[in-house]
């Protein structure tokens, strides 16, 4: 028996991504390529990513990168079982470029398509990296998305908790902006945090304490300006100790959402013997968050699972296995008329 192989395509945001990932009978992924390209130069002059731009340059970059992605891989398209494509949830320009192309392919190749949500992708991923069994949780933390799901299986997953207002990597960038420092504001803010003092300011945990799993951080952004604005000049010392303190609260809010995601888990699983919380998208960098990601783990007894970065950021290899798995369960493809969704929960 030979494994199934898939040719992924990731476009729904500012990251262009072609991969081909292997599935073995025995279940286990392999990557055998799997290309990137950030559009981040193109959209760090405008401190967000521009739309227009980013599908502009899907349809600049996509067709070459599905060629590299086959040539690493050493296939061509009548090797592969089938194509996945993202369809949502993203900017519905770049969305239309990747699935367009995918159906473009799948329908020239004679191969089944597969539309693939974006999260789906992402919360497959440690299946792929890690051989993880279902069910597990997982905490999305990126740049559009803050979300804890429930993983119980193929297309089968629960929301339990998502924010009300901003993103948890839009905090970062907007805190970044205020205090002047560069575009994306993730990396920025933690550096600059290194040499603060996380006990100067003391922001707000929102929804700390509450019984349901949400998130809030619109309400942290505006006590940052507000201590920012109270301060003038701004020295180096003083952003270094808001970034502290923001990232302090930050901290203090995931521990004490997540750490009730984990004792729910626990109630509604109890004989599953080794649970698994696993972190994914871009503030999934952040070394301070892991750190007490990874602590809070060790107390409540689960595995901390934190695939490589590469993997936790938007990339194809993701979308290529969401589209393996359903193929390896036998689960129907998509019909050429499925349409881009730039919302899809
Ligand atoms: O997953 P991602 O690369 O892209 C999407 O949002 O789709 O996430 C990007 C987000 C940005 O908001 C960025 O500021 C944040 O992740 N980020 C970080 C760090 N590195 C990236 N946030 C906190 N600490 C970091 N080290
Ligand atoms: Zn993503």
């Known amino acids: 028996v030979r494994p199934l192989r898939i040719l992924g395509i990731e476009t729904s945001c500012d990251e262009t991504a072609a991969a081909v990932v292997l599935r073995h009978p025995d279940g286990r992924g392999e990557i055998v390529s799997d290309v990137v390209l950030s559009q ?6 405008y401190g967000g990513v521009v739309p227009e731009i980013a599908a502009r340059a899907h349809v600049e970059a996509l067709d070459t990168l599905i060629e590299e992605a086959l040539l690493r891989a050493k296939v061509s398209l009548a090797d592969v079982d089938a194509i996945a494509a993202t369809a949502g949830p993203g900017l519905i320009g770049g969305l239309l470029v990747g699935l367009m192309t995918g159906k473009a392919i799948a329908r020239a190749a004679g191969k089944p398509l597969y539309a693939v949500n974006h999260l789906e ?13 279902f069910p597990y949780l997982m905490l999305l933390v990126s740049g559009g998305h803050t979300q804890l799901i429930l993983v119980r299986g193929v297309g089968n997953y629960e929301r339990w908790g998502t924010t009300i207002d901003d993103a ?19 990396p920025a803010v933690e550096k600059a945090a290194l040499t603060g ?18 998130f809030s951080f619109s309400g942290l952004k505006t006590a940052v300006r507000q201590a920012a604005t109270s301060i ?3 020295t180096e010392q003083d952003i270094a100790d808001i970034c502290a303190s ?3 609260a930050v901290s203090r809010t995931l521990k004490d959402r997540i750490g009730r995601g984990l004792a729910r888990f626990r109630e509604e699983f109890g004989s599953v013997a080794k649970p698994a919380l ?8 952040n070394q301070v968050l892991r750190g007490t990601l990874q602590a809070l783990c060790n107390k409540h007894g689960f595995d901390f699972i934190a695939p490589p970065l590469r993997l936790c950021t938007d990339n194809a290899a993701m979308i290529a296995w969401a589209g393996l798995e359903r193929l390896a369960e036998g689960l129907p493809s998509d019909d050429l008329a499925t349409a881009p969704r730039s919302r899809w929960p």
């Open 197 to 214: 003092n996380p006990e100067r300011f003391s922001f707000p945990r929102p929804l700390v304490g509450e019984v349901r799993l949400d």
């Open 278 to 285: 696993v972190v994914a998208g871009g503030v999934a960098a």
């Open 168 to 186: 948890l990597g839009e905090a970062f960038d907007k805190t970044a902006k205020l205090l002047g420092l560069p575009y994306p504001g993730g």
């Open 232 to 234: 003038a000049p701004l």
């Open 246 to 248: 923001f990232q302090n």
């Open 40 to 45: 981040l130069e193109e959209h760090s002059a």
């Open 121 to 133: 992708g992402h919360a497959l991923t440690a299946r792929l990296t890690d051989g993880l069994s």
